[in-house]
Nanobody, 121 residues
Framework: QVQLVESGGGLVQAGGSLRLSCAASGRLFRIDAMGWYRQAPGKQRESVATITSDGIANYADSVPGRFTISRDNAKSTVYLQMDSLKPEDTAVYYC???????????????WGQGTQVMVSS
């Protein structure tokens, strides 16, 4: 069984910072892309940032220069450093990873349970 466990959400004032973490655990054979998505109330889930196993990052148009994605392959963990937060960044943030687990040896998409980020004005 594979799990993604997120941490680091919370309430912060506009202009502040938060760092999200997401650790993968279980029968991990290989982790390919990892990333962060978010879903605000009444809106569709959208991509925030993704990172390949080689460390190549891509960002949504609304966040480059404010958010930084990184990963520690030895710890099977992806991070999202969020700076200069704005009220419109308020959402539930979900961790994503494409993982090949031992046994099936077939890449599948996995999601974390979500962590709430609230930015007050």
């Amino acid at each position: 069984q594979v799990q993604l466990v997120e941490s680091g959400g919370g309430l912060v004032q506009a202009g502040g910072s938060l760092r999200l973490s997401c650790a993968a655990s279980g029968r991990l054979f290989r982790i390919d892309a990892m990333g962060w998505y978010r879903q605000a109330p009444g809106k569709q889930r959208e991509s925030v940032a993704t990172i390949t196993s080689d460390g190549i990052a891509n960002y949504a148009d609304s966040v480059p220069g404010r958010f930084t994605i990184s990963r520690d392959n030895a710890k099977s963990t992806v991070y999202l450093q969020m700076d200069s937060l704005k009220p419109e960044d308020t959402a539930v943030y979900y961790c994503y990873a494409k993982i090949t687990a031992w046994g099936p040896f077939r890449p599948s998409d996995y999601w974390g349970q979500g962590t709430q980020v609230m930015v007050s004005s």
